[in-house]
């Protein structure tokens, strides 16, 4: 072996056994950087019918949903990172809650999403807009007007377009059942078929 | 630029911090060594600055965890060889690692130098940084520990 290039010889000493499990591995650390306060965001993905979506969720609750046909991972944890905290690991496992229950409602056996949210990426008044926005019940609709009215901004019809307009979580905060007053289905996040495609969902379709 | 998410960093560095540790402590404990790296480094990750070198505040952290490692073994009851020069024995896995055998020969800075110059392909400025050693001294473990690993490996 005295001929071997250094590179080679190196890596022949490490042996096979070198190139191990980084998955494996990467989930042991979840579990330790979860116990011991280190982990602040973590994320995973689900299938479903509109695309694949990026789930995240901070101690407090899910603060980020993303259509990830429109944006890559990247570009979601990115803004993760600056947002909110670059301590963000993958971690299937801590969000199998939100998945069954996203699951169950794609499959059109769930009503309403029983896990908290964390309003940590929208500003005080979108933070209102959202809220008054996920009393609204399933299969059902408000319009941009009513919202307006009802957090005491009744003039604020198009501030509450744009607050809904970057929801950060949509379908579990369910701006796509705000349109627009005479019925017209106004804009959405994730592409108007998307909104036409979950108020179908929840009309049984 | 602002600092990637932990996760990124973990994907493009963490198959070469496992490869680094199984060369500085053997395979049995490199994955143990690899756990408490990354707790360290996310322990710190948000006191860095934006324009830090990762790769190489990596690298750092993980030597340092393998110097831990080393003596944690050396309190542990068990006949050890003469230790190292940083601190971690110099031959004791031999028998539980094949294929490591001849990079367990090695002393632990010559270990790291040779991996860190020859698999890392770091320039000897920046395994010198890593190895907190005069670029001289880094030139000097890196040279010495091919040479005796080539001889091991014959």
Redesign the interface.
């Known amino acids: ?2 001929d ?1 290039d ?2 080679t ?12 499990d ?1 998955a494996r ?2 989930r ?2 979840v579990e ?2 979860a116990a ?1 306060d ?2 602040d ?1 973590a ?1 995973t993905t689900v299938p479903s019918p509109l695309g694949d979506l990026l789930v995240a969720r901070t101690q407090q609750g899910v603060v980020r949903l993303a259509y990830l046909e429109d944006r890559t991972v ?1 570009a979601v ?2 803004e ?3 947002c909110v ?6 971690a299937a496992s801590n969000l199998d809650e939100e998945r069954r229950q996203l699951e169950e409602y794609f499959a059109g056996r769930r009503r309403e999403f029983d896990f908290p949210v964390d309003l940590a990426l929208t500003g005080p008044f979108a933070a209102r807009v959202l809220t008054r926005t996920a009393a609204i019940p399933f299969g059902r609709v408000s319009t941009y007007r009513e919202v307006a009215t009802d957090i005491g901004h009744a003039r604020a019809a198009r501030a509450v377009g744009n607050a809904l307009g970057s929801n950060p979580i949509p379908i579990v905060v369910p701006c796509h059942r705000v349109v627009r007053t005479g019925g017209g289905m106004g804009g959405y996040t994730g592409g108007i078929h998307r909104k036409e495609r979950l108020l179908a969902i929840e009309r049984g379709g | 630029m ?7 960093f ?1 994907d493009r560095h ?2 070469e911090l ?2 680094f540790l ?2 500085m402590v053997g ?1 049995e404990e ?2 143990d060594c ?2 408490e790296t ?2 360290a480094a ?2 710190a ?2 006191r860095l600055r934006d324009d830090s070198d990762l790769r190489a505040w990596a690298f750092t952290i993980a030597r340092r965890k393998a110097i831990d490692a080393g003596r944690a073994r050396g309190r542990r009851p068990m006949p050890v060889p003469e230790a190292g020069d940083d601190g971690s024995p110099q031959a004791t896995a031999v028998d539980d ?4 055998a ?2 367990a020969t090695l002393p632990p800075r010559q270990r790291a130098a ?2 860190l110059r ?2 890392a392909e770091l320039p000897h400025r920046e395994v010198a940084r890593i190895l907190d050693c005069s670029e001289e001294a880094a030139r000097r473990s890196a040279h010495e520990g ?1 040479k005796r ?2 001889e091991e ?2």
Do not use: H, K
């Open positions: 072996m005295s071997l250094p590179r010889l190196v890596e022949r000493a490490l042996g096979n056994d070198a190139s191990r980084t591995a990467g042991r650390l330790r950087a011991e280190l982990l965001v994320y990247d944890l990115r993760l990172a600056a905290s670059p301590r963000i690991l993958e | 602002a600092l990637p998410p932990f996760q990124t973990l963490a198959a496992l490869r199984v060369a395979p490199a994955e690899f756990q990354c707790l996310l322990r990750y948000t690692a094949g294929a490591w001849p990079l040779v991996f020859v698999a091919l690993l080539r490996m014959t």
